[in-house]
């Protein structure tokens, strides 16, 4: 392999071309993908833990902020280990521009807030990360944005509310927690119809499964805290598009001089975990079907969601969408309502109880009384969040016993102690 030095002029620019990575297919995508050496030649990707960057003479650092020369100049700005991070994903989501961010939910509040103003309106789908929810229904229209909500899975339903013009679209597919599956192309074809930008969040899907930007969407968001950090370490998030005038002239600016910059050490964990991201994923997924199929029928469960069993409602697009698999999360219906919930949840023996997701360990909550309590009851109900749903997070334990703790754990919940 040749060893490479970093370039002095640092675009911001990750259109593939004249990539060697562009000919890769994913796998050595995210373990090659962006590395950019340093004058030590080290294999692994280096760390560069600094706030600031030095010139040689005054007109450099002045060539440096007037734009003449590409260069790192403050790490709220940029840094290179966040930049090899950032051109890894870009990579992987067939993007242009990537900005990584301090959080998934940094990310989301910038890809919306930077681009509307008081007076626009936001269509989005109902069944929402809490968070999510949170910056639409209350943060938005606080500063006079008007935010709708539909039924994501219903594409007459997005018809009939991208009728009136829209600055831009968000939803989330599969949904947390309740796996809904929504048709991305569908919606890009209606949204751009009326002149709306598409926001997807991938959190759930990654890159291995779903590449929104391919299906027509214009930006795609990520929670890094999840699976593509992978094992529960570091917080993290990323906006990425192809859309030049929204990365230059829209978010760049607005992250810049607001601030959610990702910590270099934390891109530097992000990194090493995309390096596993095909492996881990597909077996989460493995096993999240495996669960799923030997649950299916067990008296203690009314219903089983999850994408890749043939009875959700969203099966078919999802094996279309989501490259045959239905992804690392389940979501069981306990029979017995919340207090079966909490039953199988206490009987657990090796699943953790967290609200966390995507780690190699496996964590299983009970939303409506942990992640989404904030909702209120009517609207977790409109968003089909039972009381006796759980949330499953199959992470990378041995299949046979995973499938093994959460069978004895209902059965367990199926009598009051
Ligand atoms: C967790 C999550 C987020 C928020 O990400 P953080 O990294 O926790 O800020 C956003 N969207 C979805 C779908 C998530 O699961």
């Excluded at 606080?142 to 509310?161: E, I, K, N, S």
Aim: glycine share 10%; charged share 20%; hydrophobic share 45%.
């Amino acid at each position: 392999m040749p060893v490479s030095v970093p370039p002095a002029n640092r675009s911001d620019d990750f259109s593939p071309d004249g990539d060697p990575a562009a000919g890769w297919h994913p796998r050595t995508r995210m373990v090659r993908g962006g590395l950019e050496r340093g004058p030590y030649s080290e294999t692994c990707e280096a760390l560069y833990l600094t706030s600031g960057y030095v010139y040689p003479d005054a007109d450099a650092a002045r060539r440096a902020f007037d734009g003449t020369d590409e260069r790192y100049v403050y790490s709220r700005f940029r840094n290179p280990t966040n930049a090899q991070f950032e051109r890894r994903l870009a990579l992987l989501e067939g993007a242009r521009f990537a900005r990584a961010t301090a959080s998934g939910m940094a990310a989301v509040t910038a890809a919306l807030m930077s681009q509307v103003s008081a007076g626009d309106r936001v269509v989005a789908s109902r069944n929402l990360f809490v968070s999510c929810h949170y910056v639409l229904s209350e943060l938005l229209p606080r500063f006079g944005v008007t935010v709708d909500f539909v039924p994501g899975a219903d594409l007459d339903a997005w018809r009939v509310a991208l009728a009136t013009p829209a600055t831009c679209v968000f939803l989330e597919t599969p949904s947390n927690p309740g796996l809904e599956i929504i048709d991305i192309a569908a919606v890009a074809d209606m949204a751009h119809a009326t002149g709306a930008r598409v926001l997807v969040d991938n959190a759930f899907a990654t890159p291995v499964l779903q590449r929104p930007l391919a299906l027509g969407a214009d930006v795609v968001v990520h929670s890094a805290t999840k699976y593509l950090d992978g094992q529960g370490r570091c917080l993290g998030g990323m906006v990425l598009t192809n859309d030049a005038a929204f990365d230059a002239d829209i978010l760049q600016p607005f992250l810049r001089h607001t601030g959610p910059a990702l910590s270099p050490f934390n891109a530097w964990v992000m990194l090493k975990g995309l390096e596993t991201l095909d492996l881990r994923v597909r077996a989460h997924g493995t096993s999240a079907l495996a669960i799923a199929q030997a649950v299916e029928g067990h008296p203690a469960v009314a219903v089983v969601r999850y994408p890749g069993l043939p009875g959700h409602p969203g099966h078919a697009l999802a094996m279309a969408q989501m490259d045959g698999c239905g992804g690392g999360m389940l979501v069981l219906e306990m029979a017995g309502g919340p207090g079966a919930a909490f039953r199988f949840l206490d009987g657990l023996r090796l699943i953790d109880i967290s609200n966390n997701l995507g780690d190699a360990k496996s964590l299983a909550c009970h939303p409506a009384t942990t992640t989404h309590q904030r909702l209120g009851e009517d609207e977790r109900r409109a968003q089909g969040i039972t009381p006796g749903l759980v949330r499953l997070s199959v992470g990378l334990e041995d299949t046979r016993d995973l499938v093994a703790d959460v069978t004895q754990a209902l059965d367990g919940a199926l009598s009051v102690p």
